[in-house]
């Protein structure tokens, strides 16, 4: 089962991968490098999201691969992310 995120500013993305140091995420909508991007973690209950973007690559299927570092990510959200 793959964590999806709903973008606080619009749109959605899904997490591809995680770890304590990288996100990567398949994204509706790009984020610039440098710039710290908001969501959450759809599901019950629901969960605050931050990552701090390092890079976004447009795909030719037109979503957006975001890749970046979680922000303050207790160790039950990224265990929630990577389920």
Known sequence: MTAHVRWSGGGEARVTSIDA??????STVPSPPGSRIEGTLVG????????KVHG????????????????????????????
């Open 21 to 26: 140091q990288a996100i990567v995420l398949r």
């Open 44 to 51: 019950e209950p629901a969960a605050k999201l931050r990552v």
């Open 56 to 83: 976004s690559k447009k795909q030719p299927e037109g979503d957006f691969v975001l890749e970046g570092r979680p922000l303050d990510l207790p160790r039950e959200r990224m265990a929630r992310a990577e389920a």
